[in-house]
Nanobody, 121 residues
């Protein structure tokens, strides 16, 4: 339904900042939300942040609230995560996700390939 491509991952020192982005293509008109999850080896993928594609409503995990900011562009097909005051525990593969409704009124979720974010001490 929707293809997602992340970019902007890299290595940053603790306390620094990094910006990652996700570009969506395909049936983007059917999306109602886009966001970010993250995962480290041996652990479950965890929610980070999400934003409505039709409004500016945002939600954050408690672990990143006040440090990360999620936003979208005017075309509503790109979502960006501004990460500030990064901590080593933020190190993970960050996955973009998008959710929407199909023509059959079924929920779908798309995932990007992920981008590595490494925070050094």
């Amino acid at each position: 339904q929707v293809e997602l491509v992340e970019s902007g991952g890299g290595v940053v020192q603790a306390g620094g900042s990094l910006r990652i982005s996700c570009a969506a293509s395909g049936r983007t008109f059917s999306l109602y939300g886009m966001g970010w999850f993250r995962q480290v080896p041996g652990k479950e993928r965890e929610f980070v942040a999400t934003i409505s594609t039709t409004a500016e409503s945002t939600y954050y995990a408690d672990s990143v609230k006040g440090r990360f900011t999620i936003s979208r562009d005017g075309a509503k097909n790109t979502v960006t995560l501004e990460m500030n005051s990064l901590k080593p525990e933020d190190t993970a593969v960050y996955y973009c996700n998008a959710e929407g409704i199909t023509s059959k009124m079924e929920l779908f979720r798309s995932w990007g390939q992920g981008t590595q974010v490494t925070v050094s001490s």
